[in-house]
């Protein structure tokens, strides 16, 4: 087959670069490159993008082998139907390496249509690192870079109110743009960039929090043969992803009409608060997810379809979030349910391999973070425990016994919560047990037998479990509460 170039696919024809993206990874690929695809297909956008590679080992060889072209498989289910798009994304131009080519780097401050930063370079990539200076060519860190880049454009373009930015992180920590922006300024302090750059800085370039949302399992190298087979060029960064799409940017009117992805037919939220939405994906995708994984492994399944697709697991799981997740949650519940029902069809994606054995790290502070406040939240709503969610924290601190039928289960976690656990576990007294387990203020945020009937609900919730397994279980256990 022929290579994949602009020449051979006839896009010799390149964008003005309107976006700097830092990273050239899978997720930025199959999102932010894809979301700028299709704006610029219905509007007159116009948008190419230069990357940035963050680090000194990455994409942007290859990248430039294939003049920035790649290709996107999106596979997933939609209203119970299997879905799936090939698209041929064409809008990087140009892919920068700052370990190789500084000067080519800080370039891109003087292109006189740059409008916009985009990140993704992990949870750890929005980090002051005290070591980093602006002789350094590049400094380590991504704000330190991006910094140089912010204090060359304004040196370039002699502080023109014009050539601000505006600046969009996608890394996935919460108020990622303030932090980002609290690093940037520490930059400015330590290195002595002056009031003027400081000024120009706060003044006209604006910083946009985000939460992203997006399956990205990346190069299908297990499947990639039959990925070629659907091509006529031999394409060596095919990425693949989920269908679903969502980017909530906090943002107002200037930022909707700066990027009007309102005439797109992606799910782009520019909203003025965008923690509902934060606490949404986390409460009801992630809540699901981190809720089901000890009772789907005790009944016996291994993957997250699996746990939604057999009869009574699933069952389960619909009842926690329908009736007990969205009850807790201050939104619109059409929206909320809309919701639930994408984040469902996502678990039964036959594409996309879930299991729950990656998924159980870490289950205690996950649980206290996903999924206790709907627990609470429901209990100060109803005054009553929530029989679901409240027979799945049962089924974790069994989890974390550490056996079942003679088994050791895939509990992974810090070790002294492990031998807290299975101290724990030496008892015979299940009122002990849940006693025991829930005071511990260190791992819940505070003493849960505070709580009217929980520990009553969770000892016999684990008596149940133990005696009678997890289905007949709970069964005899929600007919009491």
Known sequence: MKKLNRKNVGLETKLPIKIVQFGEGNFLRAFVGYAFQELNKVTDFNAGIAVVQPIDKGLVTMLNDQDGLYTLFMK???????????????????????YANFNDYLSLAKEASLEFIISNTTEAGIAYVSTDTPKMQPPSSFPAKLTLLLNERFKYFNGDANKGLTIIPCELINHNSETLKEIILKYVADWNLGNDFKTWLLENNAFHSTLVDRIVPGYPKDEIENYNSQLDYQDNLIVAAEAFFLWVIEGGDDLKAKLPFSKTDLDVKIVDDMQPYRTRKVRILNGAH??????????????????????????????????????TLDMDKAELNSFADEVFDRFRNPFIIHNLSSIAL??????????????LGYVKIHKKTPTNLTFAFAALIRFYKGT????????????DIVATFTEIWKSNDYSEISKNALSIKDYWGEDLTKIDGITEAIALALKEIDTNGIEAGYNNYSKKF
């Open 362 to 375: 870490n289950s205690i502070s996950k649980f206290t973070v996903r999924v206790l406040p709907s627990l």
């Open 290 to 327: 981190t809720a089901m994984v000890p009772f789907s492994i005790l009944y016996g399944n291994k993957t997250v379809k699996q746990s939604v697709d057999n009869a009574f697991t699933g069952e389960l799981i619909n009842k926690a979030v329908f009736n007990e997740i969205i009850d």
């Open 404 to 415: 079942w039928n003679g088994e050791t289960l895939s509990v992974q976690d810090n070790d």
């Open 76 to 98: 997933g289910v939609k209203k119970g139907e299997e879905i799936q798009d090939i698209e041929l994304i064409s809008n990087i131009v140009k892919a920068v390496d700052p």
